[in-house]
């Protein structure tokens, strides 16, 4: 009867129920059946070059050596970082059906465009229903096996990307990173506000590049100006989850592909709020 297809409801949910608002809005995308994943957490900001990839990778590494099991969805399909700061370079296999993601030295499974192309030069020139699809594949389309956590790097800004992985896949919380300048406010607010509209959780904020530690005098300079990251936290009620100072040696670590080998402990309280969630 045509009546038991519908339902006077706004968002009943069942794929089956041909009024409902969810039904029709409802795009998420199922993992494969043999990946099982507790946590989703999301990297994001609303500007480029603040250190998504840094702190993504940094959050994996970090919670890893506390003996959780942790994969890295880098969802940056034009502008991949997260092979590069791993120093994975084995090609994705597939085994007909789904892909294997490539595995860091210290176990951590990656997925990223970069691993599929046969050169890590060769652009990716899509467009963006494609590129949002290469997404979704990265998260139904892999075997990434027992996870406890599984880290979204995000491409710059509130775009296409950032939109299909909210609407399909079943982020369990963002992290927002920032750097001390002038604009932050603005550009925490459009990721919060992103977020917030999506209905999920802002587990908080990361301050990247807050401040250089000078080795010679044991002094903090804010080279980016002073820091409104507190200022900002309190307008939205969110914790500051850490403060990475501009680190020479970090920036080295990302670049030769020894990430995992960085021995600061600069996301433990971090990865300490993301525990408790
Ligand atoms: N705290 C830091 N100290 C030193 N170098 C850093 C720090 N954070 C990031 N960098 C360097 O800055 C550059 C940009 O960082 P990263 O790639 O993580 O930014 P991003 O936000 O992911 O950029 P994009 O928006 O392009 O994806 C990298 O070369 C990285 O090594
Ligand atoms: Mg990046």
């Known amino acids: 009867m045509a009546e038991e297809k519908k339902c006077s409801s706004t968002s009943c949910g069942k794929s089956s129920c041909e009024g409902c608002d969810k039904a029709k809005t409802d795009f998420s995308v199922k993992p494969h059946a043999m990946s099982h994943i507790k946590k989703v957490i999301g990297v994001v900001s609303g500007k480029g070059g603040v250190g998504k990839s840094m702190v993504t990778s940094l959050l994996a590494v970090t919670m890893s050596k506390k003996g959780y099991k942790c994969g890295i969805l880098d969802a940056d399909i034009t ?32 997925i990223s465009i970069n691993l599929l192309l046969q050169n890590e030069t060769d652009p990716v020139v899509w467009r963006g229903p494609v590129i949002a699809n290469t997404v979704k594949q990265f998260w139904s389309d892999v075997i990434w096996g027992d996870l406890d956590y599984l880290f979204i790097d995000m491409p710059p800004g509130t ?20 750097s001390p300048q002038e604009l932050v406010s603005m550009i925490v607010a459009k990721a919060v506000k992103m977020a917030e509209l999506m209905k999920i959780p802002v587990a908080g904020l990361v301050e990247n ?20 990251i507190d200022e900002v936290a309190g307008r939205y009620g969110l914790p500051v989850l850490a403060r990475i100072p501009i680190d020479p040696a970090l920036a080295a670590a990302c670049d030769e592909g020894r990430i995992e080998e960085f021995a600061g402990s600069c996301m433990d309280d971090a990865v300490m709020m993301l525990e408790d969630r």
Not at 87 to 109: F, Q, T
Not at 209 to 228: A, L, R, T, V, W
């Open 209 to 228: 590049m807050s401040y250089f530690h000078c080795p010679d005098n044991g002094k903090d300079y804010q080279i980016f100006g002073e820091s409104h």
């Open 79 to 110: 502008g991949p970082s997260i092979p590069k700061a791993f120093g994975v370079k084995d090609k994705i296999m597939s085994n007909g059906e789904a892909m294997l993601p490539v595995y860091s030295e210290g176990g951590v499974p990656i």
């Open 159 to 178: 775009g296409d990307v950032p939109l299909t992985v909210f609407q399909s896949l079943p982020v369990d919380a963002i992290v927002v990173v920032t």
